[in-house]
């Protein structure tokens, strides 16, 4: 796949899997839009890439799903195109079930699901007009096989997996590509601020890194 000259665009970029495809992309001729709920962090995540002249900063935080429309205006704005969309940004959960509040699972799917599916339909007029452009999904295992005490996470996952599919079929003629990735044990921050029963981070990292 031939990167030179594309401009791509990752959420959650300020750490974790976003973090890192930043700095590895950065070393190809591309351009970079980051973007994350904290400003500072992804200055600092920017910093660290090669070639930070190319790459733009673009505060975004998708629980504000109905935004999206206004943001995908900004992203495009920065480098007149947009070439690839990596919808990494996301929460996870560490909770029974049973013992969590209906409100967590509403978080989770308007981050997870709304959030992602929000931006990626905001900017499907930009590469249908352009007859050209790829959709990265970073999902997860558990976007395939549920495991305990990631109901609701596990649920979103394949909330967007049943989504990107269709999508998949439904623009295939429009020259549109779309990818859905699942990493599975990674050692990032996610389950730091995974969410717990109430609604709070759970504040620690699990034994085992987990996406």
């Known amino acids: ?26 070393n190809y001729k591309v351009k970079l839009i980051l973007s994350a709920r904290n400003a500072d962090q992804l200055e600092s995540v920017k910093s660290l890439c090669q070639n930070p002249g ?4 673009l505060p975004m935080d998708l629980l504000k799903w109905k935004d999206s429309k206004k943001m995908v205006e900004e992203a495009i704005g920065l480098f007149g195109s947009i070439d690839i969309l990596i919808n990494n940004a996301g929460i996870s959960q560490r909770s029974m079930a049973a013992e969590t509040d209906l409100l967590v699972d509403e978080k989770i799917f308007a981050i997870n699901y709304f959030g992602t599916i929000a931006l990626t339909k905001a900017l499907l007029p930009h590469f249908i ?6 959709l990265v999904v970073i999902s997860s295992v558990v976007g395939r096989i549920g495991t305990p005490l990631r109901s609701s996470y596990a649920a979103s996952k394949h909330a967007l997996h049943g989504f990107f599919d269709s999508l998949r079929a439904e623009i295939y003629d429009e020259h549109i590509l779309v990818t859905l ?7 990032t921050n996610i389950s730091i601020n995974a ?7 759970q504040g620690t990292k699990d034994n085992t890194f987990c996406h």
């Open 54 to 57: 190319n790459v733009k900063v």
């Open 181 to 187: 990735i699942c990493p599975g044990f990674v050692d």
């Open 1 to 26: 796949m031939n990167l030179e000259n594309k401009t791509i665009w990752i959420t959650g970029a300020s750490s974790g899997i976003g973090k890192a495809l930043a700095m590895e992309l950065s």
């Open 195 to 201: 969410l717990v029963s109430d609604g709070s981070a």
């Open 129 to 134: 007009m352009k007859q050209s452009g790829h």
